[in-house]
């Protein structure tokens, strides 16, 4: 998704919040953010990386070659999704 598809996104999930139709921590999962400095300008928001880093970790603690792991990976499509 794009700058502009994300700043949309962004200000909708605010309008939300304004009219009282989502909380503070809704609105927080739903936003996307952006971090001065890291390598992509913009990261999905909590929600669409939820337990990623669960799983990551799991695969660390097994020994696994780079076909296991992306064969692993493939259906649940983590690896077109950066975190």
């Not at 971090?35 to 990623?52: C, E, K, M, N, R």
């Not at 970790?57 to 259906?75: T, W």
């Amino acid at each position: 998704m794009g700058h502009v598809q994300s700043t949309v996104w962004n200000e909708v999930i605010d309008h939300f919040r304004e009219e009282d139709l989502i909380s503070n921590r809704e609105r927080d999962y739903l936003k996307f953010s952006r971090f001065d400095g890291f390598s992509q300008a913009i990261y999905l928001p909590v929600f669409q990386t939820a337990g990623v880093v669960e799983v990551a970790l799991a695969l660390l603690k097994r020994p696994m070659d780079d076909s296991q792991i992306r064969a692993y990976l493939k259906p649940c499509n983590y690896e077109n999704c950066r975190v």
